[in-house]
């Protein structure tokens, strides 16, 4: 399921990908230094609502740096979504940036299952 969220998220965010469906915006870890030189390609974020999907959380690090940066371009951001967590302190990180982790299965719930 993790590699189908990678796959939704490059088909989603390539050049037709605001044509297609809701709109999606794909976040580096920097703004590249070609092509449009964004740090946030595809949809505008200015003013808007934006979840942020994560395939795995642990501590998660990255969708707060990731957060921090879609805030700066004036993006909305109150919760996150994730397939797997594994309950390694992502959920407490998030929730200090006023963030609410939504996860599908949790680690542990895998491993009662």
Known sequence: MASEVRQLRHRRCGPTGRYTG???????KQ?????TCRLAEGAEVAGRRVLVVEDVVTSDGQIVLSTADLRGLGAQMHEALCVIDRGQGGTDALA?????LLSLPTAEDLRTA
């Not at 200090?96 to 609410?100: D, K, L, Q, T």
């Open 31 to 35: 703004a590249k230094a070609y092509g």
């Open 96 to 100: 200090a940036e006023g963030i609410r």
């Open 22 to 28: 809701p709109p999606c915006v794909c976040v580096g």
